[in-house]
């Protein structure tokens, strides 16, 4: 099976509002937008693959709790990763 690359957190503009009810510590979307375009073009630039992942706070605060995770960025980094690697799988 082909590597898909780096699996990115994406979160989406109209679900920010339930973003900073669930994570105190996530920066304005503005900030958080900035940041995420620099590190993937970044890896972009360094020619290492990345897989837009979209993270939806529901789902997501659901397998954080399945799976004895705190809400936080390295919890969306490893939700990501386990939704890109469900889809190498079919």
Not at 54 to 75: D, M
Request: charged share 25%; net charge neutral; with cysteine.
């Amino acid at each position: 099976m082909p590597d898909m690359g780096i699996a990115v957190a994406w979160l989406e503009r109209e679900d920010w509002p339930e973003w900073e009810k669930i994570d105190r510590d996530i920066p304005p979307y503005e900030r958080w937008k900035e940041k995420i375009d620099a590190a993937t073009a970044a890896a972009t630039s360094k020619h290492q693959a990345w897989v837009k992942v979209i993270v939806r706070p529901g789902p997501f605060v659901a397998w954080c709790s399945q799976n004895g995770r705190q809400v936080s960025s390295q919890a969306r980094a490893e939700y990501a990763a386990s939704l890109m690697m469900l889809r190498q799988a079919h």
